[in-house]
Nanobody
Framework: QVQLVESGGGLVQAGGSLRLSCVAS????????MHWYQQSPGKQRELVTA???????TYGDSVKGRFTISRDNAKNTVYLQMNSLKPEDTAVYYC?????????WGQGTQVTVSS
């Protein structure tokens, strides 16, 4: 059973930076696409960014130029570097992947950006 564990969230002022980490319990990340989602209060979970096994990345329009996803296969870890944070980035951030028919989510990490 693959598990994903996020960390790195916290409280930061607008304009600041945070780096989130997502550690997988197995060596799955090198073989699959990994995603970061955000969920703000009262809103649906939304895709922020993704990285394929080949290293191709995509970003949502609201985070382009500010967020960077990366992957360290040796550490079974995916990162989300968040710069120039805005109050509207406040959300719980979830790491996600799929394995066959199974959807695998982490427990989430809270990011709060104060104005």
């Amino acid at each position: 059973q693959v598990q994903l564990v996020e960390s790195g969230g916290g409280l930061v002022q607008a304009g600041g930076s945070l780096r989130l980490s997502c550690v997988a319990s197995g060596s799955i990340i090198r073989f699959t696409t990994m995603h970061w989602y955000q969920q703000s209060p009262g809103k649906q979970r939304e895709l922020v960014t993704a990285i394929t096994s080949g290293g191709y990345t995509t970003y949502g329009d609201s985070v382009k130029g500010r967020f960077t996803i990366s992957r360290d296969n040796a550490k079974n870890t995916v990162y989300l570097q968040m710069n120039s944070l805005k109050p509207e980035d406040t959300a719980v951030y979830y790491c996600h992947t799929s394995r066959g028919a199974a959807e695998i989510w982490g427990q989430g990490t809270q990011v709060t950006v104060s104005s």
